[in-house]
């Protein structure tokens, strides 16, 4: 009987997300910061590159309308040649976003739009600044991976807890600069 309540409690969680996400308004979507560094010698040809990031979305207007959300989206990429400490170039960017709600979200509904929805919204913007820039810079176009969304259920929904892209399961090309 318990499994039968916990099913419809799911239920009836699933269907005021999906009300909530049907009366949500994107307020518009900006670059807000970006750094970018290229060493003089990154453009030889042949390295073995290693690529590390950092994704991070954080809600940033904590106080003010209940039903208005602001969110950072920061990606922070590093390239090191195969075997160095130090990278040779970095791309670092910021995205604000802005959403209105048609009411306030739930705790619980906010972490989940903020570790599944909030990111799908950006991943395009950082993919395309993150492929023009290092194209700019002189390298090989690099592509970032397609973003895979957690699950509701496997999530550990946290203020604190960044969300994180996950890699296709086909690996990406390796830039070559």
Do not use: C
């Amino acid at each position: 009987m318990s499994k039968d309540l916990n099913s419809d409690a799911m239920s009836s969680d699933a269907q005021r997300y999906s009300q909530l996400m049907r009366s949500l308004q994107i307020e518009g979507i900006r670059l807000l910061e970006s750094t970018v560094r290229s060493s003089v010698d990154s453009l030889v040809e042949g390295k073995k590159i290693e690529v590390g990031s950092q994704f991070v979305v954080r809600r940033v207007n904590e106080e003010g309308e209940d039903n208005r959300v602001e969110v950072i989206a920061r990606l922070a990429l590093s390239f090191t040649e195969q075997g160095q400490q130090e990278p040779f170039g970095i791309v670092d960017t910021t995205f604000l976003l802005g959403y209105i709600f048609e009411s306030a979200p739930s705790p619980a509904h906010l972490e989940r739009f903020l570790n599944q929805n909030v990111p799908l919204n950006v991943w395009p913007f950082l993919r395309e600044y993150v492929s023009n820039t290092v194209t700019r810079m002189g390298w090989s176009a690099f592509t970032l991976p397609t973003f895979t969304v957690p699950s509701p259920e496997g999530v550990n929904v946290s203020s604190e807890t960044p969300a994180k892209p996950k890699r296709a399961p086909r690996k990406p090309k390796t830039p070559e600069v």
